[in-house]
């Protein structure tokens, strides 16, 4: 009867209750679409800004964004940068030089994009091409402060709200629910405690 406890033991002990994985670093796409839009012009770009708590690197982003009914196709820049004073930094980590409007966009990442803890970072959305208009689609559900920027220069705001998600790959430990591989050797304790009962 020991024995079998002692394998209950060590199952419980090899169960990992946390671990290295991906993890959102913002999200409120969850809350729900509409309630409102942004323009995107030619003179006026947006930005939203996130922040890391985790040592990590960019994994995907997924944006709302549709082109203006009956505008045709219109294709968007987006861009990762630093943050800098409550508006995006000088720093481009990051660029897609031609999404083309859909919902969700979602976007990956061809080489590492690190973040780091208390890290402050902006997802920017302009025009690729010079078509007249794009929208943003934001929800009333989750706001916060954004950033738009006027013939080049960028100025903090708020009231808006974003249906963007961000999500990392970090090597932190983060919550985890132990799979079921980690509980095959409780298990085999519990069944040699119940065969030593017979």
């Not at 080489?111 to 690729?128: C, H, I, K, M």
């Amino acid at each position: 009867m020991k024995r079998s406890l002692c394998v209950a033991a060590l199952g419980f002990c090899l169960v990992p209750f946390a671990w290295p994985g991906e993890i959102v670093l913002f999200d409120n796409i969850q809350h729900g679409i509409g309630g409102g839009s942004w323009e995107i012009s030619e003179r006026q770009n947006i930005g939203i800004p996130f922040h890391s708590t985790v040592n990590g690197t960019l994994s995907e982003v997924r944006l709302v964004l549709y082109p203006e009914l009956n505008a045709g196709p219109i294709f968007y820049r987006v861009a990762i940068t630093d943050a800098l004073n409550g508006v995006p930094g000088p720093n481009t980590l990051y660029e897609w030089s031609s999404v083309q409007g859909a919902m969700p966009n979602v976007l990956h990442f061809s080489r590492d994009v690190p973040v780091v803890p208390g890290g402050s970072y902006f997802v920017t959305v302009g025009l690729a091409d010079q078509s007249p208009l794009g929208l943003w689609i934001w929800s009333y559900s989750a706001g916060g402060p954004f950033a738009v920027r006027y013939w080049g220069t960028w100025y903090p705001a708020v009231g808006i709200h974003s249906a963007m998600t961000v999500k990392a790959i970090t090597e932190d430990s983060v919550p985890a629910v132990p799979g079921p591989a980690a509980a095959i050797p409780f298990a085999l304790g519990l069944l040699a405690r119940r065969r030593r009962r017979r």
